[in-house]
């Protein structure tokens, strides 16, 4: 369903690249295709270029919906589209799938040119790093030389960092929100388990699943189960479900008792109906990878002692993912570098999923801030 | 191995309980037997009894060692022994595998008289208030009318808590560490993702894995790598494991990169090799279902009225899973009672884990408390 203020009804496009392309692990991908989508027009100066990346498990599909599929909404809708935070009417904005993804970008579900066959596990593992190299070639596909900005939320952000170590020309303004410099050990862990539910699966196959005609739904299920819980605040899932039941009274079984389980499980059975485990499993390392201080023996400061852009960092109150402190951990690396950074600490209950909802303040500060950028 | 101030080598005793038990959720059990060790001397006047409630994993093993494996130390042993907090040259100890447990109490592992077959999942689930019944019936057996005190951490000390409520004149103290007075919908979520793993692995089988000759370890291992995580603080595994490298360099693979993820394989691999999994499943549930307050529309006051007894509530600054505000409220509704009510809220970066810790300010404070109980 479109709004009023809606980019409409929008048709993804597919970018080729012939050049190979050398990955942070060594593999060569020997071309690769990207899905994206565009709202709004490129000006005649092509200044007006933003960049939104996804996160762990979003898309291409940032705003409007689908013809064929009017349900379909972009996972950041609210804050696209024409009057919205991030302005259509005056940016010219680009969604794409990365690489290695499910959505229709080359990735695990795409067959592999060597042997004919589907990639699955085969298909190497790309770091953030990779992703913003493959973006690269597609802005300059689209005679993008300079963004106007890099957006995006927890991994998303990750990448609009990235592009100001690796592009610092390319790029004006980064706009990372509840995002990290880093995974540390509990989100490692985290991702850890939920590889684990995967990789255990008895149908997981070593990754070629495909070829057994089954899915590793189980441990799709279970990863993502774990996901949520570490999405949402303490104090959101005590006001969302408390110890709320289901029944009248406890069950003394397994079936459902709270309707907290039942929600997790929708949410875990939804997932694991359409997203890819190979996709997954890999997304998770280019999280636990990424780390822009490892060169610089974890000075952080040094690392982004050679970024050039404005700094928008943004975080949420009861973001225990990726907490203010993590935001913060940027923002004086920056100040350190004497680095021109707006940073917003807001007070939100939805913990990390906050990025993905259009609370008031968080809107109004990050349209504020869009508004100052000159195209 | 012992040590200077150790309860030495101790040997388990068992207890029949002929007559029938009915259980909260309506079964009953035909008689029943628990598994039990004692330290210390109970004294003339039978004054100086404690019994020691395990946690989630834990048993009737809490001090000393074995004859045949002395490398098998109680789980408290830094706390039980002469001359330890819980002093056993005055106390007379003794802690008690639960019903429903896998350390030789009546439990899913064992035969069903009905069948003549293993239990398994035809084990009825037991709660809270089912084992402080069932320790009662041991306690009687001892002689022992009143306990001096009942301690327990976690899930232990909702054991504690449930003791002075259902038997408010056989429990003086009442000593419940890093507890809580029920579970958040955060606890329960973490719970299902582990339950969800069991039930949902293969080998699992409905419970009767027994049968089938098989033990359902993957279900079980991810449950314990779950369990792991929230059992640590965020800042403790980054002091541990940070962003440690199992090797210098970057996999580029599924097998161990950091060396958090080595540490949770381990600990999951390890449980799975013991662990009952039905016994586990059982257990997360008794923890959900524990809520006295349910039965007074959540008025936790209301519910802890009939306590008669001193209470002591210690918490740990760092334990995000039963976080000293959790505490807090068992404090309150003590104090809106009136009731005599000690509270320590001891800085210690261990997590959840520190009640298990001889933490020196924490052993301090509960050493102290343990001296002033007259025996």
Chains 1, 2 share one sequence.
């Not at 680009?94 to 067959?111: D, F, K, R």
């Not at 799709?220 to 996901?227: D, P, S």
């Not at 690392?303 to 004086?332: C, N, Y």
């Amino acid at each position: 369903m479109t709004s009023e203020n809606s980019v409409g009804i929008v048709t993804p496009q597919r970018f080729r690249s012939e050049a190979p392309l050398t990955l942070k692990s060594g593999a060569v991908l020997p071309g690769f295709e990207l899905v994206y989508e565009t709202y709004g027009t490129l000006n005649a100066a092509r200044s007006n270029a933003v960049l939104v990346c996804h996160a762990l498990s979003g898309s291409h599909h940032v705003a409007g919906t689908y013809a064929d599929n009017p349900n379909n909404l972009g996972w950041w809708d609210n804050l696209v589209g024409p009057g919205k935070p991030l302005d259509t009417q005056k940016f010219f904005v680009i969604g794409v799938n990365n690489l290695g993804g499910c959505y229709g970008s080359t990735g695990p579900l795409s067959t592999n040119p060597e042997t004919g066959k589907r990639y699955g596990a085969d298909f190497p593992l790309v770091t953030v790093e990779d992703w913003v190299a493959a973006q690269a070639r597609l802005a300059d596909a689209l005679g993008i030389d300079t963004w106007a900005a890099v957006l995006g939320g927890s991994l998303g952000g990750m990448q609009a960092l990235e592009w100001s170590l690796q592009f610092p020309d390319r790029i004006r303004h980064v706009v990372a929100i509840a995002s990290a410099p880093k995974l540390s050990a509990q989100n490692i862990a985290f991702n850890e388990v939920a590889r684990q539910a995967i990789l255990s699966d008895p149908d997981f196959h070593g990754g070629h699943y495909a070829e057994h005609g089954v899915v590793p739904k189980r441990g799709l299920r279970l990863a993502r189960m774990i996901g949520h819980i570490t999405y949402l605040s303490d104090d959101q899932m005590d006001e969302k479900f408390g110890r709320r039941l289901r029944h009248d009274e406890h069950r003394f079984s397994y079936d459902v008792d709270f309707e907290v389980e039942s929600y997790l499980r929708y949410q875990g059975d939804k997932f694991a109906g359409f997203f890819d485990a190979n996709t997954y499993l890999a997304t998770t390392k280019a999280l636990d990878y990424f780390d822009p201080a490892f060169a610089y023996d974890g000075d952080l400061a040094g690392a982004l002692a050679r970024a050039k852009a404005e700094f928008f960092i943004a975080s949420f109150s009861t973001d225990w993912r990726f907490s203010p402190a993590r935001s913060r951990e940027i923002v004086f690396a920056l100040l350190k570098n004497r680095r021109r950074v707006a940073y917003a600490e807001i007070d939100c209950d939805a913990g990390h999923d906050s990025f993905l909802l259009d609370d008031a303040h968080y809107h109004a500060v990050l349209r504020a801030y869009l508004e100052n950028i000159a195209v």
